[in-house]
């Protein structure tokens, strides 16, 4: 035996005006316990409107478009008497939703022809990350779940192909294919046009030969760094006529066949004294990014430029060092990192690197830090300047600086400080003793 059962609006918390956006059934379909019959929207929220019982769709009677109220017949169905029984109706829970939405329940109204307690789910209709971008994707809570499950930005599908604008499974659908297709075009892997293959030879002659290993892990690093960290290189010059002529006289009173001590052990020292004072240039973030990781050793890493390609040497506690000391290693490690013979631990534990141009030329340039290290210091070739010092222009040998930095860990103000007490140092290097 069989009875109809008239499936109504229930109470919506006296909303009137409640739009029909989707009308899941037709007659003749058979709907099971908790199946949407059709999705309801008001100003605020989506809702699934859900059979309470199973059985077999007589008539439909909304529509798309339709706006509804309290009360208004949704469906008419035939349901067998043993499912209509008020025991079983009442079995009819509540659509539990794993959805990271607000979830309330309302009483579903269903006409008297059955007496069974009714229930409506109420699901609001925009996750919070939607919302914080003060667009309300337009989609039922089944095509949300589904874009869920496949990790779909719901914000990010602009105009839905349904009824006012919403958002279809298949939108969800065409939304993936599309962002697969373009992912594969881009063979970096991080979203990024690769350069396209040009057949050199059409212009002229040409020889291919293959990078070093080093200059291709080297790529690979600087590549990786200039993709991940908000660079920021921050110039200067500092005088150092006091500092060269100080190493003049160190050098004057070595052996003949000493290592003659050059600037860049005295731009070690103020660096790792200007480490101290600031110790940010001397910390490095946790991989995820949460923590700031402060270190209390100063080992300095050297760009050595070697027939294959460049290499960080790391000098240890240079703070512990003195400049001969500094000198000595500083010869050892290059000569070794020249000769390619550098073990891979003397290339390790860095917490700053300088990469000096100096004995080459140049005016400036923009180092890329030697991440997890949160800082690279640049050097260029002395030259003497004019610089005024009040009523005169005094010749200055003037040094270069280059201070490339993580943003992230390092503000701008802080990295002008950091310079201000490098400079400090270089320009007296009395300093370092104090
Ligand atoms: N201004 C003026 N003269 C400088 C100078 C500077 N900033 N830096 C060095 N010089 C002088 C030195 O005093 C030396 O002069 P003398 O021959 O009269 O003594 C000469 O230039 C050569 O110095 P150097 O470069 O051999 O020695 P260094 O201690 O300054 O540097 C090293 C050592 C290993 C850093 C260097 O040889 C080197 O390899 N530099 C290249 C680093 C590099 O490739 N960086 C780029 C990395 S990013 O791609």
């Known amino acids: 035996m069989s009875s109809l059962i008239e499936i109504k609006v229930p109470d919506l918390g006296n909303v009137a005006d409640i739009d029909i956006i989707d009308v899941l059934i037709k007659p003749g379909d058979e709907v099971v316990l908790e199946q949407t019959l059709a999705v309801m929207e008001t100003d605020k929220a989506t809702m699934d409107l ?14 798309v478009g339709d706006k509804v109220a309290e009360g208004t017949l949704v469906a008419t169905l035939e349901v067998s008497d043993e499912a209509a029984s008020p025991s079983k109706a009442e079995q009819a829970a509540p659509v539990v939703s794993n959805e990271p939405v607000a979830v309330a329940t309302a009483p579903q109204t269903v006409a008297p022809v059955v007496e069974s307690p009714k229930q409506a789910v109420v699901v609001e209709a925009t996750p919070s990350s939607e919302s914080n971008l003060g667009f309300k994707p337009h989609a039922t809570p089944g095509v949300r779940l589904f874009a869920r499950e496949l990790g ?10 349904g009824h006012k604008g919403r958002i279809l ?58 993709l991940n960290l908000p660079l920021v290189t921050y110039h200067d010059e500092v005088s150092i006529d006091e500092m060269e002529n100080f190493r003049k006289s160190v050098n004057a009173g070595l052996a003949k066949d000493a290592v003659k001590v050059t600037g860049l052990v005295f731009i070690m020292k103020a660096l790792v004294a ?7 240039f001397n910390s490095s973030l946790s991989a995820d990014g949460e923590k700031q990781i402060f270190k209390h050793y100063f080992h300095v890493g050297i760009a050595v430029d070697t027939p294959n390609g460049l290499v960080v040497p790391v000098i240890r506690d240079v703070n512990q060092k003195s400049l001969l000391q500094l000198t000595a290693e500083l010869a050892e490690k ?12 003397e290339m390790q534990g860095g917490c700053i690197t300088i990469s000096s141009l100096g004995g ?20 260029t070739r002395a ?32 990295g002008a400080r950091f310079m201000e007490a490098l400079k400090n140092y270089l320009g007296d290097i009395r300093r370092l003793l104090l």
């Open 274 to 280: 200007a480490m101290q004072k600031y110790p940010a």
């Open 169 to 226: 499974k298949d939108d969800v659908k065409n939304f993936v294919k599309k962002s697969l297709a373009t992912a594969s075009s881009a063979s970096t892997g991080a979203g990024i046009p690769s350069i396209p293959a040009v057949d050199f030879a059409q212009f002229g002659p040409i020889e291919e030969k293959a990078l070093s290993k080093i200059k291709r892990l080297t790529g690979q690093n600087l590549t990786r760094v200039w």
């Open 383 to 414: 030259k003497m300047q004019p610089v005024w010092n009040g009523s005169a222009f005094e010749p200055k040998l003037m040094l270069p600086l280059d201070l490339t930095y993580d943003h992230r860990v390092i503000d701008g103000a802080e």
């Open 50 to 63: 859900p059979a309470s019982v199973a059985g077999k769709i007589k008539q439909v009677h909304i529509k």
């Open 334 to 345: 290059s000569e070794l990192a020249r000769q390619g013979k550098l073990k891979p631990n």
């Open 152 to 161: 779909v930005d719901l914000s990010k599908i602009a105009n839905g192909s």
């Open 360 to 379: 080459i030329g140049g005016t400036a340039f923009t180092p890329i830090v030697n991440a997890p290290e949160v800082a690279i210091l640049g050097v």
